[in-house]
T-cell receptor, first 112, second 114 residues
Framework: QKEVEQNSGPLSVPEGAIASLNCTYSDRGSQSFFWYRQYSGKSPELIMSIYSNGDKEDGRFTAQLNKASQYVSLLIRDSQPSDSATYLCAVNMGGGSYIPTFGRGTSLIVHP | DAGVIQSPRHEVTEMGQEVTLRCKPISGHNSLFWYRQTMMRGLELLIYFNNNVPIDDSGMPEDRFSAKMPNASFSTLKIQPSEPRDSAVYFC????????????FGPGTRLTVT
């Protein structure tokens, strides 16, 4: 069964620190990778997408993809209390699948 | 442009009743997805449509669940009869393209079945 694994957390970091969120996936043929942020009681919101190996930066967010090791990570620099949320990793698996598989999410708490 | 619209936002019903959830995707998007989220199981894909045609309904838990997309701007998810274990938040999401690039989620419908 194709899987996407995330540590459920919570990951607790102080304000201003770098938060590092990790995700591993089982299907080597995976092509598309996404990070969603979900505040408590709200819907998932797409914050980053990455399709090729390496780093992709967008403001305080950096997505890192390593297909050989089958992991994707999200770094949040200068973490703010407003970043406190659950972060969902989603992977569009290969093999003709057109739908993403979501991980269970990692809860991030940024404390002042 | 408005995002994905879902109604109702909250639904409380008694076991055995029919429940209909509604979704309007983002204009121009041609793929629509229905998800269910619970603490126990996380976010589960129920069914998705491309160009109004159901592509994969393998996630629909049982025959009590059905979904339709009569046109590009409207979809329904129906549960008949509802059961307490159906209590969850149901999300609709839309995207451009069959390859589910960058899905955009609606606000969700919180369903409680008593």
């Amino acid at each position: 069964q194709k899987e996407v694994e995330q540590n459920s957390g919570p990951l607790s970091v102080p304000e201003g620190a770098i938060a590092s969120l990790n995700c591993t996936y089982s299907d080597r043929g995976s092509q598309s990778f996404f990070w969603y942020r979900q505040y408590s009681g709200k819907s998932p919101e797409l914050i980053m997408s990455i399709y090729s190996n390496g780093d992709k930066e967008d403001g305080r967010f950096t997505a890192q993809l390593n297909k050989a090791s089958q992991y994707v990570s999200l770094l949040i620099r200068d973490s703010q209390p407003s970043d406190s949320a659950t972060y969902l990793c989603a992977v569009n698996m290969g093999g003709g699948s057109y739908i993403p598989t979501f991980g269970r999410g990692t809860s991030l708490i940024v404390h002042p | 442009d408005a995002g994905v619209i879902q109604s109702p936002r909250h639904e409380v019903t008694e076991m055995g009743q029919e429940v209909t959830l509604r979704c309007k995707p983002i204009s121009g998007h041609n793929s629509l997805f229905w998800y269910r989220q619970t603490m126990m199981r996380g976010l589960e894909l129920l069914i998705y449509f491309n160009n109004n045609v159901p592509i994969d309904d393998s996630g629909m838990p049982e025959d009590r669940f059905s979904a339709k997309m009569p046109n590009a701007s409207f979809s329904t998810l129906k549960i008949q009869p509802s059961e307490p274990r159906d209590s969850a938040v149901y999300f609709c999401a839309s995207s451009w393209g069959l390859a589910s690039y960058e899905q955009y989620f609606g606000p969700g419908t919180r369903l409680t079945v008593t």
